[in-house]
């Protein structure tokens, strides 16, 4: 091989590798925020298909558009009549706006310990406001004796108010306000667990 061919070769090379370095894809299941310096350029690209940027200037931030998990540690948690329980919670969230979330958050791990500070607050605060009672029941019962086994006596069910969806759905009420500005969307909240 010539000089010649060897420096032809090496500059098909280096336009190759200069116009990869400009494409990329979005797949189905992913959004985009493209930067350049380190700040977000234009708008969120969400539609699947190939694009372009410059190259070694921009960079392309991919977040997924899918439902994520968040799952909380299980914390110890007083109750409005002073009784601690241990409270095990998950929650099911997406990224509803990639440009305010990669402004506010950055990255999915970044949300996740947003997510722990407000899930876990709000989960603290509407317990607090409840009995024991109206956090383990969910309705009341047609009848209001139910036999023990243990005990050969009958006891009475004190009558809940709202019991544990009402719970669930306050914290869930009260966590979405404090997520919009963040870029996030909850889609569920649920009590995994409680142990007395």
Same mark, same amino acid.
């Given at each position: ?37 380190? &700040? ?22 991919r977040f997924d558009n ?25 929650a099911r969230w997406r $990224? ?7 402004? &506010? ?33 969910s309705t009341n019962r047609? &009848? ?15 009558? $809940? ?31 995994? &667990?409680?142990?007395?």
């Amino acid at each position: 091989m010539s000089n010649q061919q060897s420096l032809i070769l090496l500059i098909v090379l280096a336009v190759v590798f200069v116009i990869s370095s400009g494409v990329y894809t979005i797949d189905e299941t992913q959004q985009v925020i493209i930067t350049q310096f380190g &700040r977000p350029v234009g708008e969120a690209l969400t539609e699947p298909g190939l694009r372009f940027k410059l190259p070694f200037i921009q960079v392309t931030n991919r977040f997924d558009n899918r439902f994520l998990e968040w799952d909380g540690a299980a914390n110890q948690v007083p109750t409005r009549d002073k009784r601690f329980i241990w409270v095990d919670t998950y929650a099911r969230w997406r $990224i509803s706006d990639p440009l305010r979330f990669f402004e &506010r958050l950055r990255d999915e791990l970044g949300a996740q310990s947003r997510l722990d500070d407000i899930l876990d607050g709000e989960t603290r605060n509407a317990i607090a406001r409840h009995d024991l009672v109206e956090v383990v029941r969910s309705t009341n019962r047609p &009848r209001d004796e139910v036999l023990l086994e243990s005990e050969e006596e009958t006891a009475i069910l004190e009558p $809940i108010e709202g019991g544990r969806a009402t719970i669930v759905a306050e914290v869930l009420t009260r966590a979405k306000e404090r997520t919009t500005d963040l870029g996030i969307e909850l889609i569920d909240f649920q009590l995994k &667990r409680i142990n007395y």
